[in-house]
């Protein structure tokens, strides 16, 4: 039986988190329709880029921030994807306004600094090397034919600085911190082919809160990866976004499957609160 004192504290702490989130002993639960009074009672939703589902008709696992093992994971926070410049804006550019996902991204690296969060980035380069391969997919074809995350090869930065496959400039004072490992770069979407699942356990983690881009390609592909590898995943899903085309909507298809797969699914800003209550800020 909980004491009036613990009890307050649940409550406390439930009601800053809002709806769609609980607290269990000793950490944040993200994902969790049963949380707040009335709750339970809302209007059902399906999960979208700025809430969280309500009473969808799936199972709610939720996820436990807690400090000794979690850590965020950022796939491909670089000029290609999230800028103006980059050689994919055009497709790639109205998800991401639309999600504020370059803000949410840094309101991550802003919160994980600030409590010393360890945070994992997944780059993606290609070197000329790579511009060989015999065989490619649909969208691997595309981006070598762009040029894009184009480097000459992983021994030299020659041309890096503000190219395509450089980091935004307003993540890069918080990527040089200490409490960021940049792995080496995955090749086609998943994080099968670097070595973001060792550097991971060698750190102690098994829960990972996932954003970045894109969302249908790499950041859906290191959720499955890092599931399948037994990691417990959450997505943050306005801190990433998708390609849309006249015909396909990358970030909607992607929406789907992260509710479906991940063990939550919830916004940057009940992120952000969740890990600074699980720090006790």
């Not at 800053?16 to 993200?30: E, K, N, S």
């Not at 015999?134 to 691997?140: N, V």
């Not at 918080?174 to 670097?194: A, F, Q």
């Amino acid at each position: 039986m909980n004491t009036p004192a613990r009890s307050l504290g649940l409550t406390l702490v439930a009601s800053l988190l809002g709806a769609g989130a609980m607290i269990a002993t000793g950490a944040v639960v993200l994902g969790l329709t049963g949380g707040p009074a009335g709750a339970q009672d809302a209007q059902p939703r399906a999960v979208s880029a700025k809430l969280p589902p309500v009473n969808d008709g799936l199972p709610m696992p939720g996820f436990d921030i807690t400090t000794s093992n979690t850590a965020i994971v950022i796939t491909d926070p670089q000029v290609d994807f999230l800028s103006p410049d980059g050689v994919t804006w055009g497709v790639v550019g109205q998800s991401i306004t639309e999600n504020g996902t370059v803000e949410n991204l840094e309101a991550l690296f802003r919160v994980a600094e600030e409590v010393g969060m360890p945070v994992f980035v997944s780059p993606h380069y290609y070197y000329e090397h790579d511009h060989e391969w015999h065989f490619e997919g649909t969208l691997e074809t595309l981006m070598h034919n762009i040029g894009m995350f184009d480097r000459p090869h992983a021994l030299t930065l020659d041309g890096f600085e503000g190219s395509g496959a450089d980091w935004l400039d307003r993540y890069k004072p918080y990527i040089d911190g200490d409490n960021v490992v940049v792995t080496s770069p995955h090749k086609v979407y998943g994080p099968d082919s670097n070595d973001l699942a060792l550097q991971l356990r060698k750190a102690g983690i098994d829960k990972v809160i996932l954003g970045g881009m894109s969302s249908n390609l790499c950041t859906e592909s290191h959720m499955r990866g890092l599931i399948e590898d037994g990691f417990e995943v959450m997505v943050v899903t306005d801190a990433t976004a998708g390609a849309i085309t006249e015909h396909y909507d990358g970030y909607a298809a992607s929406l789907t499957n992260f509710r479906m797969i991940a063990s939550a699914v919830d916004n940057t800003e009940n992120t952000v609160r969740a890990i600074k209550a699980a720090h006790g800020m």
